[in-house]
């Protein structure tokens, strides 16, 4: 009974089960009861399943009352029953038997008809061998007849007899294969015999039309050797007779070591074949428009293959990358020859024959161009470590400090050798396009090798030069001549790195816009890293021009001495301090100015700004010094006048504190100036309004 034909009591809603999950058909007890657990008690579970038990029991005496008169009738309706079967018994049985005779009489006749069936069958086949036996000798009679020695050499048109043979081949072959083993074993070695014959007239009338270079007949030749399926047999032919002695002239190792261009000369050699002695064959095989006979791959199977085993076996040390500029040649002649080979397949079967086929992809394993790679990495890697390693010293800079004017002269030799073999690994005699991913990465571990230099020699320590006179000017005027150097190189580096970019897509067959997305955004990676090292440099610049300024700022601090009890007259001339600290900057402008003629300004700027702070600080610590002196006095004088009774009016006239103020406002008027005479504004120049403010106000107390 199906769950639809059963209508169990509704369970009241307080219960924590449905009746319906009584009458699932996957019910199980203890998923229900594991389920069930998840949201009540297993006693509330087992009060509500009491529950729903009496009304269980409610129904089914409510339905046995309901429905009693058919119970009863059920019962005393299967009286007599098991009678009725027992009287069944006997004629089933009967029928039975009665079955199973006439099945043994079918299977008996279904073996007799069965073997009566094979019988014939095998009859059939005997006849069949039997005709095709009389058809056999009809045919090796037939042949033996054509292609006698005689025959065929009197025949005035011996492609007419070959073609006839080989439609006689054909039918001895067919009727050869219809026959049973037994019977024609003794005929075979006569066909054997027949078909050497044959195919010994065939292939030396088909060599003759080659070298005749007579199309029609080669071109019924081709069909008969597909009439016979013999297709490879013709390749092989044309491969041993006519390719191979070529080949083996062209390809020795006398050849390949006459000059730097054996191998290259060799290439166009190997294409002179095609385009000469093997042409009438290509022409009437390759080309759909032309005299086409389909089937054929001389090119592939006669050709190629038969090039690459003379490769493999007589020059075989053109794979060896130990000279890199020899392998280069080498590699890049042969990837030359094999795309005129490509172009030679004029179909797109025979240049996927070509590329798939085994000898030509291992070909190309051969050349090892990870170990080319890793050569032309030591060699260029080695050259620029050479020269990072080397402590900087005035030998780093390469010339003298005229301007430059090519876009790629750079005034380190270290920068210099970094571009140029930058430059050189994109170059056509080092760059392979195999290789362009492990180029590109290269070029961007070379980048950051120099910016780890950069960093580095920016952290050295400069080596004091022993000279007579002034060594530490000499010392810091050297090193300072370095960083300027060094600061417009990493200014130009970064400036041409967008034209490397350019160069690298230029080696691209394909530009394809995720390739170049990447290309590009490595190299912004690059530039962006250069950017943050640029300012370190500017800094290491700015503090060598300060070495070099803010000693002669310690006069600053000496002032109050010259006008204390000295009653020298009030200052209208600026101290030579002013002169002296700003003296190397001037001269710093004067030399560079065209070396860095859009920097100089920044950089003067900077320093500048830094050596007024330096002068800043010195001027308010002396004026604070005078104001603290100025005021002891008078406190002095205040307790002396009480001492003594008397009030004396002050002394008229300016005060020595005065006039160092006076000092200090003309000096700091007379640097200011200078600046502005080096054309640098000096809104441009931090701290100098604060200096000037602070001077003005000092005076007018």
């Given at each position: ?14 219960l ?8 699932q ?9 594991q ?10 579970m ?11 029991r ?10 009693y008169?058919?119970f ?13 079967i ?5 004629p089933?049985g009967q ?9 043994q ?15 014939n ?5 005997n ?5 095709s ?25 011996k ?6 043979a ?22 075979e ?6 078909e ?14 080659i ?18 399926d ?10 041993k ?34 385009s ?16 086409s ?63 798939e ?38 030998l780093s ?11 790629n ?36 571990q ?25 060594t ?14 060094l ?9 041409i ?22 290309l ?32 002669h ?18 200052p ?9 600290t ?6 710093f402008?004067?030399d560079?100015k ?6 100089i ?43 003594t009774?008397s ?5 008229q006239?300016?005060?020595?504190d ?22 640098i ?6 701290h100098v309004?604060?200096?000037?403010y602070a ?5 007018r107390?």
């Amino acid at each position: 009974m199906s769950k639809n034909n059963i209508n169990l009591p509704r369970a009241p809603n307080e219960l924590c089960f449905s009746e319906i999950d009584f009458i699932q058909e996957n019910f199980n007890v203890d998923i229900f009861l594991q389920e069930h657990r998840k949201n009540t008690k297993l006693e509330t579970m087992r009060d509500d399943l009491g529950v729903y038990l009496k009304l269980l029991r409610s129904a089914m005496i409510d339905l046995i009352n309901r429905d009693y008169t058919d119970f009863v009738n059920l019962s005393s309706n299967l009286i007599g029953l098991d009678k009725a079967i027992n009287d069944l018994q006997t004629p089933l049985g009967q029928l039975k038997e009665e079955v199973m005779q006439v099945r043994q009489t079918l299977d008996d006749e279904i073996i007799a008809i069965t073997h009566n069936i094979s019988e014939n069958e095998r009859i059939r086949d005997n006849k069949q061998s039997v005709y095709s036996l009389q058809h056999v000798y009809t045919s090796l009679n037939k042949l033996s007849s054509i292609i006698s020695l005689k025959s065929f050499l009197d025949s005035p048109n011996k492609i007419d007899v070959l073609e006839q043979a080989a439609g006689e081949f054909n039918q001895l072959q067919f009727h050869m294969s219809r026959c049973k083993l037994n019977i024609i074993n003794e005929k075979e070695k006569d066909a054997e015999r027949l078909e050497q014959s044959y195919m010994t007239y065939l292939n030396e009338f088909f060599l003759a039309c080659i070298q005749e270079k007579n199309s029609v007949l080669l071109i019924r030749c081709l069909k008969i050797y597909i009439t016979l399926d013999k297709i490879r047999d013709a390749e092989n032919l044309v491969r041993k007779e006519i390719v191979d002695p070529l080949i083996r002239s062209v390809i020795n190792i006398e050849n390949l070591q006459m000059d730097l261009l054996g191998l290259q000369n060799m290439y166009n050699r190997l294409l002179n074949i095609l385009s000469v002695e093997l042409k009438q064959l290509l022409d009437i095989t390759l080309y759909p428009n032309r005299f086409s006979v389909k089937g054929y791959n001389f090119l592939v199977n006669s050709f190629w293959i038969d090039v690459e085993e003379k490769i493999e076996e007589y020059i075989k040390c053109i794979f060896a990358p130990g000279d890199p500029v020899l392998f280069h040649m080498r590699y890049i002649a042969t990837l030359e020859f094999l795309e005129k080979l490509e172009a030679e397949c004029v179909t797109l079967e025979t240049l996927t024959a070509l590329k798939e086929n085994l000898q030509y992809k291992n070909f190309l394993k051969k050349w090892n161009l990870p170990v080319y790679f890793q050569i032309r990495f030591q060699e260029i890697a080695g050259g620029i470590e050479t020269i990072l390693i080397e402590p900087i010293s005035p030998l780093s800079v390469k010339g003298s400090l005229e301007p430059v004017t090519k876009e790629n002269d750079f005034s380190l030799h270290a920068t210099c050798t970094v571009w140029d073999n930058l430059q050189k690994i994109w170059d056509n005699n080092v760059y392979l396009y195999q290789l362009f991913h492990r180029f590109w990465k290269f070029s961007l571990q070379i980048c950051a090798r120099y910016q780890i230099w950069i960093q580095t020699v920016l952290k050295e320590v400069w080596p004091i030069e022993n000279e007579v006179g002034n060594t530490s000017t000499v010392e810091h005027s050297t090193k300072l001549n370095f960083l300027i150097c060094l600061y417009k190189d990493a200014d130009k580096f970064v400036n041409i790195l967008p034209s490397l970019l350019q160069t690298v897509k230029s080696k691209l067959k394909q530009e394809s816009p995720t390739v170049l997305k990447v290309l590009k955004d490595s190299l912004d990676e690059t530039i962006k890293n250069f950017n943050t090292i640029r300012p370190q440099i500017t800094e290491e610049i700015v503090n060598e021009l300060l070495k070099q300024c803010v000693t002669h700022l310690k006069q600053v601090s000496d002032i109050p001495r010259l006008f204390r009890r000295t009653k020298r007259d009030v200052p209208t001339k600026p101290c030579a301090y002013v002169k002296n600290t700003l003296a190397f900057l001037i001269n710093f402008r004067t030399d560079y100015k065209q070396v860095i003629p859009d920097n100089i300004n920044y950089l003067l700027e900077l320093a500048l700004s830094s050596l007024t702070e330096h002068y800043l600080a010195s001027v308010t610590d002396v004026l604070t010094s005078v104001q603290k002196t100025e005021e002891s006095l008078r406190r002095l004088k205040k307790i002396r006048d009480k001492s003594t009774g008397s009030h004396l009016s002050e002394v008229q006239g300016i005060s020595d504190d005065e006039k160092i103020r006076i000092q200090l406002q003309v000096d700091v008027q007379a640097y200011a100036n200078m600046i502005a005479e080096m054309e640098i504004s000096t809104s441009n120049v931090l701290h100098v309004k604060e200096l000037l403010y602070a001077v003005e106000a000092a005076t007018r107390k």
